[in-house]
């Protein structure tokens, strides 16, 4: 059954563009076809993988705004493929609109899940790069979803973006728009093992959330690598295959797999 996987966290700058891309490189290293799916305006996932934004047509964008109109759309249209063997449905900065236009829209929450519907067969896994909110794109991921990573930055009050995401994850799941859907677990990231603010803040996540929700091991280290990366536009698995980060993202792609 292919795993779609949410990559969510109300709060920005956590690392879930970099989690997105890395894991979708990590799980395609160990044999599994992946598709990424960049669900933020802003286009991150879509530049750190070397495309422009600007310059891509179909997007994530095309079949939305055609499945909010009534009209035919096929996402199979907006799949390309990146040099690390993984398949990404780009964003552009219009996406913003659709948050709008779903309010009126049938079964709005439910827009992504029906697109999804016609290609999930072609893969082990879907990860959806989700925006900093908790709006209807977000509703739509979590719809569509069976199962959510949560990235927390191991700093001061990252506690609290994380309450609120999995408090939206239980809305879903109450509401009967996707009752089945489970926290995969807690990505650690940024951290700096040489601080006392990173070992508190871990112990503290560990404490209020770790009886109930897997926390992954090990946690993702703070590292220049990774803005390197981006800049070259690829994941840290291919611009520096021995790195922490690296290893890192290759042992949480092997405990997802390990959970099927």
Same mark, same amino acid.
């Given at each position: 059954?292919?795993?779609?996987?949410?990559?969510?966290?109300?709060?920005?700058?956590?690392?879930?563009?970099?989690?997105? $891309?890395?894991?979708?490189?990590?799980?395609?290293? #160990?044999?599994?076809?992946?598709?990424?799916?960049?669900? %933020?305006?802003?286009?991150?996932?879509?530049?750190?993988?070397?495309?422009?934004?600007?310059?891509?047509?179909?997007?994530?964008?095309?079949?939305?705004?055609?499945?909010?109109?009534?009209?035919?759309?096929?996402?199979?249209?907006?799949?390309?493929?990146? %040099?690390?063997?993984?398949?990404?449905?780009?964003?552009?900065?219009?996406?913003?609109?659709?948050?709008?236009?779903?309010?009126?829209?049938?079964?709005?929450?439910?827009?992504?899940?029906?697109?999804?519907? %016609?290609?999930?067969?072609?893969?082990?896994?879907?990860?959806?790069?989700?925006?900093?909110?908790?709006? #209807?794109? &977000?509703?739509?991921?979590?719809?569509?979803?069976?199962?959510?990573?949560?990235?927390?930055?191991?700093?001061?009050?990252?506690?609290?973006?994380?309450?609120?995401?999995?408090?939206?994850?239980?809305? &879903?799941?109450?509401?009967?728009?996707?009752?089945?859907?489970?926290?995969?677990?807690?990505?650690?990231?940024?951290? %700096?093992?040489?601080?006392?603010?990173?070992?508190?803040?871990?112990?503290?996540?560990?404490?209020?959330?770790?009886?109930?929700?897997?926390?992954?091991?090990?946690?993702?280290?703070?590292? $220049?690598?990774?803005?390197?990366?981006?800049?070259?536009?690829?994941?840290?698995?291919?611009?520096?295959?021995?790195?922490?980060?690296?290893?890192?993202?290759?042992?949480?792609?092997?405990?997802?797999?390990?959970?099927?």
């Amino acid at each position: 059954m292919t795993r779609v996987i949410a990559i969510a966290m109300q709060k920005g700058g956590v690392g879930k563009t970099t989690t997105a $891309v890395n894991l979708a490189a990590a799980l395609t290293e #160990l044999g599994q076809r992946v598709l990424a799916i960049d669900l %933020d305006p802003q286009g991150n996932l879509t530049q750190h993988v070397g495309f422009d934004p600007e310059q891509l047509h179909p997007t994530i964008y095309t079949p939305l705004k055609a499945e909010v109109e009534g009209q035919p759309s096929d996402i199979g249209d907006a799949i390309y493929e990146t %040099d690390e063997g993984f398949h990404i449905v780009p964003s552009q900065p219009e996406l913003s609109l659709i948050e709008v236009s779903l309010i009126n829209t049938l079964s709005r929450e439910r827009v992504l899940a029906t697109l999804l519907e %016609d290609i999930k067969s072609h893969y082990d896994f879907i990860l959806i790069d989700c925006n900093p909110s908790l709006g #209807l794109l &977000v509703i739509n991921a979590l719809t569509a979803a069976t199962g959510v990573v949560v990235p927390i930055q191991t700093e001061y009050l990252a506690a609290r973006g994380a309450f609120m995401i999995l408090s939206s994850i239980e809305t &879903v799941r109450r509401k009967k728009l996707n009752p089945q859907l489970k926290v995969e677990g807690i990505i650690l990231t940024m951290a %700096d093992p040489r601080t006392l603010m990173t070992g508190e803040v871990t112990t503290a996540i560990k404490q209020q959330f770790g009886a109930t929700i897997p926390i992954f091991e090990p946690p993702v280290r703070r590292s $220049v690598r990774f803005a390197e990366s981006v800049v070259a536009g690829k994941s840290i698995l291919a611009y520096e295959p021995t790195s922490q980060g690296s290893e890192a993202y290759r042992q949480i792609a092997k405990t997802l797999i390990g959970r099927k």
